[in-house]
Nanobody, 124 residues
Framework: QVQLAESGGGLVRAGDSLRLSCAAS????????MGWFRQAPGKEREFVAA?????YYADSAKGRFTISSDNAKNTVFLQMNSLKPEDTAVYYC????????????????????WGQGTQVTVSS
């Protein structure tokens, strides 16, 4: 089993920044992708960003969000700048097992393990 623990969410104003962290523990894998998703009230869970040997972003995240990883600490980060009220959601990190040399799954169904989520609220 793998445990994922997100942290770093909070209440901020539009234009502010937040840095989310996702710490992984338990089983280790050599081939996987790690992703960030978000889910706003009444909406489906949507892809935000992912990282393998390269990074992937949803259009809504490009230019404002940066995903990175510290493999030594089994931690993935999501730096979010220029936050907007529409970024308000619960943010989840997830692991997709497998070797990804091209695209990564953009659907939540493509991911095998999930964290509990961290709330991000952006006020206008």
């Amino acid at each position: 089993q793998v445990q994922l623990a997100e942290s770093g969410g909070g209440l901020v104003r539009a234009g502010d920044s937040l840095r989310l962290s996702c710490a992984a523990s338990g089983r280790t894998f050599t081939r996987y992708a790690m992703g960030w998703f978000r889910q706003a009230p009444g909406k489906e869970r949507e892809f935000v960003a992912a990282i393998t040997w390269r990074t992937y972003y949803a259009d809504s995240a490009k230019g404002r969000f940066t995903i990175s990883s510290d493999n030594a600490k089994n931690t993935v980060f999501l730096q979010m700048n220029s936050l907007k009220p529409e970024d308000t959601a619960v943010y989840y990190c997830a692991i997709a097992l497998g070797s990804y040399t091209g695209e990564v799954p953009k659907s939540p169904f493509g991911y095998d393990y999930w964290g509990q989520g961290t709330q991000v609220t952006v006020s206008s």
